[in-house]
């Protein structure tokens, strides 16, 4: 089984940092990406941002595009979500996603992010 763990969220004030972390365990698999989603309640599930393993090519969302920032460690198997500038309406329950070259999907069990003020 492959796991995706997240950390690194928490309780921020407004304009505050913080770093999300996503560690992927268990049977190895071929990355193919890696990405952020995030949802609040009552609300659709929103795309943040993505990686492509293997280039680094990355995708945002325009909502937190020049804010939010993704990189790898592929020797950790590891993803992060720099978030700067942190608004109250980033609040969300934040979710790990990867995708296998053989397109299999997995998913983390999210980690809380509320931004105060």
């Known amino acids: 089984q492959v796991q995706l763990v997240e950390s690194g969220g928490g309780l921020v004030q407004a304009g505050g940092s913080l770093r999300l972390s996503c560690a992927a365990s268990?049977?190895?698999?071929?990355?193919?990406?890696m990405g952020w989603f995030r949802r609040t309640p009552g609300k659709e599930r929103e795309f943040v941002t993505r990686?492509?393993?293997?280039?680094?090519?990355?995708s945002y969302a325009d909502s937190v595009k020049g804010r939010f920032a993704i990189s790898r460690d592929r020797t950790k198997n590891t993803v992060y979500l720099q978030m700067n500038s942190l608004q109250p309406e980033d609040t969300a329950v934040y979710y790990c996603?990867?995708?296998?070259?053989?397109?299999?999907?997995?998913w983390g069990q999210g980690t809380q992010v509320t931004v105060s003020s």
């Open positions: 990686i492509i393993w293997g280039t680094g090519l990355t």
């Open positions: 268990g049977r190895t698999f071929s990355t193919y990406d």
């Open positions: 996603a990867a995708t296998d070259t053989m397109r299999s999907k997995y």
